[in-house]
């Protein structure tokens, strides 16, 4: 599916629409730091803190009337009706009115590629859910043992997820292996990198719009935002940004790393599109999950949930990863968001992402 990409300023307080379809491809808890050329220091970025730069946030989610946040505050309160249609799995939920286009349509899933769920089973489509799969891909990076806990194979071609209902009760929504595809039969929800396959992602995704048919808590999951997301597994609905330019390149690192070590999920997003980054452009209206690099010289990574990026010889099948410079000019243009990892724990992580090999 092609895309026009909207050339405005969003930060990530946002809830963007985009999408991208993947049919133009060319093809421990401690980090040493070295602070001088004879000193080496150990820095224990979980028992670390950001709180001299909170002055500087904005857009908290916290809520004093339910644990999900303030997107959840007077939602539809759940019936016994609601949880029996719920956890069927024969009950499919509306088609979303961003992808009228599209119909359910039986697709084979494979839950998990990899050893542990990974991002690079997170691969956006037609659906506009930019910001929510960069949070679940984040969840993936962050508490991949979390993620499989979530889901219940039923062993019939259906799937059972644990969420949370906008008072925080816990509920279970079933789907089963139908998921949104074109008219050619090719899966348009999120899916494997490269594959007609659905992953762990497009189960949850899939459980968001049926969640959504009851509480009604977005007007459409094309636009959702990561804030919106995550509470609905992890219970918790505490986030809050950092504006493009609100911190130093240093600052914005220290930000993400402490966040990644404590557990906590980061999304991000760019004001310019267009702008190199390494090999690859950016992309404006859309999100990002915000990883720590492989590059030691790079401030951290972002992960494009198309799967790729757009650069000047076409889109390359690169897993859509950006290394950021330690360049003032273009870490400027980034904003984050920091969510509360709920349930998910604070075990965290300072390694480098890297793509998994099968």
Known sequence: MKITIINIVIVLLFSASCSKKDTTITTSTTTPVKTDSSTVQTVNYADSSYSDLMPYS???TYSSKTPMGIHFEGLHQTTAADTIWLNDPAKEPSIPASTSGLHWATIAVNLFSYKDPDPVEVNQ??????????????????????IKQLII???????TVSMFDPSGKAIKVSVSSMFLAGANGEIEACSGQG???ATWATVLEKAIMKYNDIYKFISDIGGIGSEYATPLFTGIGNSFAFSPGSLTPTHLQKVVKIALAKGQFVTGGFTKENVL?????TVTGHAYTVLIST??????????PWGFSPSPTGYIQD???LNIPNVGSKSSLIDVRIIDPGLAGSKGTTKAYQKPKI
């Open 295 to 304: 590059d030691s010289a790079s401030l951290f990574s972002m992960r494009n």
């Open 125 to 146: 489509h037609a659906i506009g859910d930019c910001d929510g799969l960069a949070a679940m891909a984040c969840m993936a990076y962050e508490a991949p043992d979390f």
């Open 277 to 281: 980054i390494g090999a690859d452009y």
């Open 153 to 159: 194979d039923n062993g019939n071609g259906t799937y």
């Open 195 to 197: 594959s007609n396959t």
């Open 319 to 321: 897993n859509g990863v």
């Open 58 to 60: 904005s857009g908290s």
